[in-house]
């Protein structure tokens, strides 16, 4: 059975740093992209960044470019995202996603229609 599980977060204080892992098991990640999106309280879930697990080509959103960065380990089919510089406004549960039953349509993986396996979650707070 497919499964993606984030770990990572937590309260971190405003100009901190934080790593979201993704792991991933149960299907293949060669023809998946795996993404990262965040939902704050009372706000629709959005876009964050997404790598290409084939070539490693990596998608970002404006408001994180520069400041997020996503990558792989292949060997342990895990997906990382390296959070700096984080602000009040990044406060949210962030959401790993893949592809677990076809192969990505690119044009729609910055959408959560882009995906098909989600994980449960991990809350990032941002506060002093």
């Known amino acids: 059975q497919a499964h993606l599980v984030e770990s990572g977060g937590g309260l971190v204080q405003p100009g901190g740093s934080l790593r979201l892992s993704c792991a991933a098991s149960?299907?293949?990640?060669?023809?998946?992209?795996i993404g990262w999106f965040r939902q704050a309280p009372g706000k629709e879930r959005e876009f964050v960044a997404a790598i290409r697990w084939s070539d490693g080509n990596t998608f970002y959103t404006d408001s994180t470019k520069g400041r997020f960065t996503i990558s792989k380990e292949k060997d342990r089919k895990t997906a990382y995202l390296n959070m700096n510089s984080l602000r009040p406004e990044d406060t949210a549960v962030y959401y790993c996603a893949g592809n677990s039953r076809s192969r990505p349509i690119m044009s729609t993986i910055k959408s959560r229609q882009g995906y098909d396996l989600w994980g449960q979650g991990t809350q990032v707070t941002v506060s002093s």
């Open positions: 149960g299907f293949t990640l060669d023809s998946s992209v």
